[in-house]
């Protein structure tokens, strides 16, 4: 009987059809990263992972017998889009991408911070259709997770934003889970990659900010325009998006007090690393009076506190509870493969049961 199970594993028995709807850089590296990792998900979880759909601004292609998710990574990372493919079709609905047969649609758009759009729009057409959706556009996230979610659940389906708060360091998900029954009194966090890459190297290498900027462009890591990071505008989307599902609903981007690391006097970094600190671009939710008070802003991070060896491009997040103490997570590099790993954890969870793999 042993031998029998161990074969039934090894065959794919429950099949994923998913969408992606937006395919830049994020959608191309999470279709590759699916069709690397397809064969173990069906040898570990017997999950059959299958793209029959993808969209971009010029138009979509879509096969109800699979699209080659490695094929169409590298025609975009060419820079062509879908609009040139032989077959594809022009002008798209939503509408066309969920006649696909969709289990799940994967938002990828251009976050718009103020109104959540077009992706806020496509999350809750694909749950009023009854598709999943996984989230990378932070846009819905921010503005409206909490209520995405309960309109899910009366679907029957769910929202996956991990993409949105960590990628691959797991937040939302330890909280809800590992956290349940207590009251979350403060998030503290790293939340941004790319700005903890840059204290790094200006910190051990004695270089300045900007030569550090220069140094993590070159290396891929920072954005040609640098700005959404380095003023604090990443780490605050997520630690609001964080603070509406945890602490208060009512929290708002615009609420935030915001300082950035481009806002750093030379003098503070040569003080600190004088004194054994280590700067890091912290955010901040603190439960108070009914709400919360949310900051991000550079801290002066002493040995003796667990953000002090959280180096590179690493993160970390803290949660201060009532009943359950403390819990510290770091890990989760940046990258785009990274949050390709952590959209595909969405995928999954939509076929998990009780929040257990069974594999």
Request: proline share 4%; glycine share 10%.
């Amino acid at each position: 009987m042993a031998g029998t199970r161990g074969l039934a594993r090894l065959t794919p028995v429950d099949l994923l059809r998913f969408a992606i709807v937006g395919f830049g850089n994020v959608g191309a590296a999470l279709a590759r990263h699916v069709h690397e990792r397809s064969e173990r998900v069906g040898r570990r979880y017997g999950i059959d992972l299958r793209l029959v759909a993808v969209a971009d601004s010029t138009g979509f292609l879509n096969d109800t017998a699979g699209l080659d998710g490695n094929e169409l990574a590298a025609w975009r990372e060419s820079g062509r889009r879908l609009a040139e493919r032989s077959g594809a079709h022009r002008h798209c609905q939503l509408e066309d991408v969920l006649a696909a047969g969709v289990d799940v649609v994967v938002i990828s758009l251009p976050t718009d911070r103020d109104t959540g759009k077009p992706g806020l729009n496509v999350a809750r057409a694909s749950i009023a259709a009854g598709a999943h959706v996984v989230l990378a556009d932070k846009g819905p996230a921010l503005l409206a997770l909490p209520e995405l979610e309960r309109e899910a659940a009366l679907r029957g389906v769910t929202v996956g934003a991990s993409a949105t708060v960590g990628a691959a360091l797991p937040t939302l998900s330890v909280a809800r889970r590992e956290l349940a029954g207590a009251e979350l009194l403060e998030i503290e966090a790293i939340l941004n990659g790319t700005s903890n890459l840059i204290l790094t190297s200006m910190r051990e290498r004695g270089i300045s900010f900007h030569e550090a900027v220069a140094e993590a462009q070159r290396a891929g890591i920072a954005e040609p325009d640098p700005s959404y990071d380095v003023q604090g505008w990443d780490t605050a989307v997520k630690l609001t998006i964080l603070t509406r599902a945890l602490i208060d609903e009512r929290a708002t981007l615009n609420l935030v007090g915001r300082t950035g690391i481009d806002e750093l006097e030379p003098d503070f970094v040569e003080w600190a690393h004088r004194t054994g600190g280590r700067i890091r671009l912290i955010g901040r939710a603190v439960r108070r009076n009914g709400g919360a008070v949310v900051t991000v802003a550079p801290e002066v991070v002493p040995p003796h506190n667990p953000f002090h060896l959280v180096d590179g491009a690493r993160k970390a997040i803290r949660f201060v509870t009532d009943d359950l103490g403390e819990l510290v997570v770091t890990g989760g590099a940046s990258g785009r493969r990274d949050v390709a790993a952590a959209l595909l954890r969405d995928m999954l969870a939509t076929k998990c049961q009780s929040g257990v793999w069974k594999g």
